[in-house]
């Protein structure tokens, strides 16, 4: 075996290539920047070789340390791996899943029991969050994100696509202002969703009212809410009509506590996907959970067309 480069000296070489910064570096890696010069001049008196050069006060690559980048990085996630097969932690049967928290509570919770049943040997840690998870730093093996789909270094496999849909109690189709078309939507307070996780392709309520051909000038008005749950909720209350993720509010529309009062239904530009780390592929409780999740989201697309056609 030929002998292997200081492996510190490569960490601090790929931290300061990562930035172009040996002050950077030394920041990330809470040294002094004179500690990365001396790493760095360690690893190329290793190499006999240069791997930085400077042009006008600026930190470049050399050519070979660029090529060698990708490399390197792939193998420090191969370490990682091994190092978690080798160290077989006691929370093996533990799995922690990041979901942002309407999806947690409208979609996958009331699922969850199905899973314990199927694996009664992993414990499902639920982690939700609005913020997205870094699986540098964050203890978390899985995690459903909404949005467009590109997650540089994640393995990542599509879950369901999302449309949104205008939803309402059923209360709100009978009495002294009936909702029966778009136009009756004049007479009722538009719930609105503001979350953070919203595509931003998808219709606020006054491109919605443009495109159903309704001159309604307070479009803006109404209640907003910071998540898309809380809509949903406000919706199965009474207190107003909301454009709600479908997939979110299956369950009330499924018993009855919503409606889908009329048939002008957006795919959205976002769909939802499960996301995790290279080193997290071997896993059991990882495996366990996608594949158990994937046919869960197939049965909850087909049930969602189901309540779409019977509106």
């Given at each position: ?241 909301a454009l709600a993720k479908a997939a979110l509010a299956l ?61």
């Amino acid at each position: 075996m030929k002998q292997l480069p200081p492996l510190n000296a490569l960490r601090v070489f790929e931290a300061a290539a990562r930035h172009l910064s040996f002050t950077k570096a030394a920041e990330e890696l809470h040294v002094t920047p004179g500690a990365v010069s001396q790493q760095i001049k360690a690893l190329e008196d290793f190499l006999q070789t240069p791997v930085f050069r400077r042009h006008k006060r600026a930190l470049l690559l050399t050519d070979e340390a660029q090529a060698s980048l990708p490399i390197l990085r792939e193998g420090f996630d191969k370490l990682v791996e091994a190092g978690d097969i080798l160290a077989k932690k006691a929370d093996a049967g533990r799995l922690t899943v990041s979901v942002a928290p309407s999806f947690a509570s409208k979609w996958l919770v009331p699922r969850l029991d199905r899973f314990q049943e199927e694996h009664p040997d992993i414990d499902v840690w639920v982690s939700a969050d609005m913020n997205v998870v870094d699986f540098a730093v964050d203890d978390v093996d899985v995690a459903i994100r909404y949005g467009p789909g590109s997650y540089d270094g994640l393995v990542t496999e599509h879950l369901m696509a999302e449309k949104i849909v205008p939803v309402a109690s059923p209360q709100l189709l009978t009495g002294d202002n009936p909702l029966k078309k778009p136009s009756d939507l004049i007479n009722h307070t538009l719930l609105h969703d503001s979350s953070t996780e919203k595509d931003p392709g998808c219709p606020t309520w006054p491109m919605w009212l443009k495109a159903a051909g309704v001159s309604h000038k307070e479009g803006e008005r109404g209640l907003k809410f910071n998540q898309s749950s809380l809509v949903i909720e406000a919706a199965v209350a009474g207190k107003g009509v909301a454009l709600a993720k479908a997939a979110l509010a299956l369950a009330d529309l499924e018993a009855a506590r919503l409606v889908i009062p009329f048939d002008l239904t957006t795919p959205s530009e976002f769909s939802y996907y499960v996301v995790h780390p290279p080193s997290k592929s071997s896993s059991p409780a990882v495996k366990a959970f996608k594949a158990w999740v994937l046919k869960e989201a197939a049965e909850s697309v087909e049930a969602s067309d189901t309540q779409e056609a019977a509106a």
